[in-house]
Every structure is written in structure tokens, then in C-alpha cells.
């Protein structure tokens, strides 16, 4: 009768555990965010994936009326 518990409980634990893992490796969205010259942010891309907002902002920055120093990456959902 113990026995029989207890390999339901290891099952169950096992089974959640492997239902967390996946979470792990997902990709987390990032946001790219500019602070105006009115100290004002706005979003200027995303969710991306981290890279794709470096890659952003030094397209908007090559365009000449961004200043790299002004933009923010940051997880979706957080503001600055």
C-alpha cells in the first residue's frame, strides 16, 4: 500500500518537473525604448528577441536623428 503512494508521488513530481522545462528555454520578448528629448520614453520596437532590438536601434541610430546613448532594452512588460 506505501509503496503503491509513493510511486504516485514520485510520477507526479516528475511530471510537474518536466512540465517546468520548457519555460526555462524559451525565448524571452524584449522591448526597445527611446527617452525623448521632452525626458518622455517611447517604444520604438518589440517584443523582439534581444539581438533584433540591437540591430534596431543601430538602424534608427545610422539614420542620424537617434542617439544610441537614449535607448533602453528591456523584458516586455517592464517600463523604464
Known sequence: MKL??????????VGAA???IPNLFKKKPFVLWYRGRD???YQKGGPFSHRQCVKTMSALVDLGSYEADRFVILRKGVTP
Not at 503503491?4 to 513530481?13: G, H, M, N
Open 39 to 41: 525626458e518622455k520614453w
Open 18 to 20: 518536466l512540465a517546468v
Open 4 to 13: 503503491k503512494s509513493t510511486a504516485t508521488d514520485i510520477i507526479a513530481i
